[in-house]
């Protein structure tokens, strides 16, 4: 990444309550868990991993006025992360409740202010970052009905400024509900990043490199997560490269599409080739699934 060059990142603040289960969920009993409150929120989450790679970073979005919005801006800015926040009264700062076992998870959500974030506050944040080349955007931001004007103005100041675009498709079931919709809301980004799930809804249940080529209509490159299974790249030129997973022990998967997003991100806008990038952004996930939480360790 050229010095100078700051990737800004629009969506979600979250504060995330992580319970790692020490078994399958007993309904209408109990559960021994191991629990832990932190940060998190898609958006922020990715802003935190790529301030931890050393690029300059701003996260855009909204929190309550309250001590857990107080607490989620001072740990981004410890972290490195510039924070162009609303503090937005009468509606608390998000909350995610993470149920996770057998590497996989499962969130109750609360959106919170989240849902309130403004365009004009985005486009205002766009305005006072001069050295921004990036905009990352969380799809949550779009796959909400309030703060979906927000999503697409900066989709669209960001095209006007000339920055590249990226956005991270967020999660399956919102998706399914938004439909078609969403392939027209993120038209012409310059990198679209789905899962194996949301690669499903968006494109059909075909195998993962077909599914890149059918949203490569949409994006001008797609990057499918695949767990386990690895990553793979599909530009419009045709370009398709894969990349395998890293073997690690996994602990808790929240946050790790987060972390991939940012190695990606970071090694994409410093030149690397699509292997390169992939393989950074690999690192990065593994890293996350390895340790509870969403976050780089401090």
């Known amino acids: 990444m050229s010095r100078g060059s700051r990737i800004v990142v629009v969506g979600d603040v979250i504060t995330d309550v992580v319970a790692v289960l020490s078994g399958p969920l007993v309904a209408g009993s109990d559960t021994a868990a191991r629990i832990r409150f932190s940060g998190g929120g898609q958006a922020a989450n990715t802003a935190a991993w790529i301030a931890a790679q050393g690029a300059p970073v701003t996260l855009v979005g909204a929190v309550g ?9 001072a740990e981004l800015a410890q972290a490195g992360v510039d924070c162009v926040v ?36 985005v486009e205002r944040a766009l305005a006072e970052a001069p050295d921004a080349a990036h905009l990352h955007l969380s799809a949550y931001t779009l796959l909400d009905a309030g703060s979906r004007g927000a999503g697409l103005r900066a989709l669209a100041a960001a095209r006007v400024r000339g920055l590249t675009t990226s956005v991270d498709a967020a999660s399956a079931a919102p998706l399914r509900r938004a439909g078609a919709a969403f392939l027209t809301w993120v038209r012409d980004v310059d990198l679209l ?16 490199a077909a599914q890149a080529r059918a949203l490569s ?63 950074r952004a690999g690192d990065l996930g593994a890293m996350a699934v390895s340790a509870v939480g969403a976050r780089p360790a401090p």
Do not use: C
């Open 65 to 73: 006025d309250d001590e857990a919005g107080r607490e989620r801006v």
């Open 86 to 121: 609303q503090r937005q009264e009468g509606y608390p700062t998000g909350t995610v409740i993470v149920l996770t076992t057998d590497g996989e998870r499962t969130m109750a959500s609360q959106r919170g202010a989240n849902l309130r974030l403004e365009g004009a506050h």
């Open 193 to 208: 990043l789905v899962n194996t799930d949301e690669a499903t809804v968006l494109a059909g249940g075909l195998d993962p």
């Open 217 to 279: 209509a949409t994006a001008r490159t797609v990057v499918v997560k695949r767990g386990a299974a690895g990553a793979l790249w599909l530009d419009r030129s045709g370009r398709l490269v894969q990349a395998p997973a890293r073997r690690v022990a996994v602990v808790d998967v929240t946050g790790a599409g987060d972390a991939f997003a940012a190695g990606l991100l970071t090694a994409w806008l410093a030149g690397a080739d699509p292997r390169a990038a992939l393989d």
